[in-house]
């Protein structure tokens, strides 16, 4: 059974920092571009990061430049997104996406994880 399964998520103040983790398992994911993305209560899911097949490119949506860090580890055939700098607007459940595309927008083509609470207090 193929799953990924999200974890790192909490309350955290606003300036505050969370890693959130994505752990792979059933098959393997080392060569899908794999990212984050994210649903705030009332609005529709939105892109937040990917990162290349090989680790080397990562991609992020405008509103996390320079606070949000996408990596990966093949070995443990995980994601991660560090998020620094949190503000209000982050509060959202966060979903790890298994082949992110991009065509005109964003889009997952494979396995969503059941999402992770990240709360952001003022």
């Known amino acids: 059974q193929v799953q990924l399964v999200e974890s790192g998520g909490g309350l955290v103040q606003a300036g505050g920092s969370l890693r959130l983790s994505c752990a792979a398992s059933?098959?393997?994911?080392?060569?899908?571009?794999m990212g984050w993305f994210r649903q705030a209560p009332g609005k529709e899911r939105e892109f937040v990061a990917a990162?290349?097949?090989?680790?080397?490119?990562?991609y992020y949506a405008d509103s996390v430049k320079g606070r949000f860090t996408i990596s990966r580890d093949k070995a443990k055939n995980a994601v991660y997104l560090q998020m620094n700098s949190l503000k209000p607007e982050d509060t959202a459940v966060y979903y790890c996406?298994?082949?992110?595309?991009?065509?005109?927008?964003?889009?997952?083509?494979?396995?969503w994880g059941q999402g992770t609470q990240v709360t952001v207090s003022s």
């Open positions: 996406a298994g082949d992110v595309r991009r065509s005109t927008i964003w889009h997952n083509n494979g396995y």
């Open positions: 990162i290349s097949g090989n680790g080397g490119t990562p």
């Open positions: 059933g098959r393997t994911f080392n060569n899908n571009p």
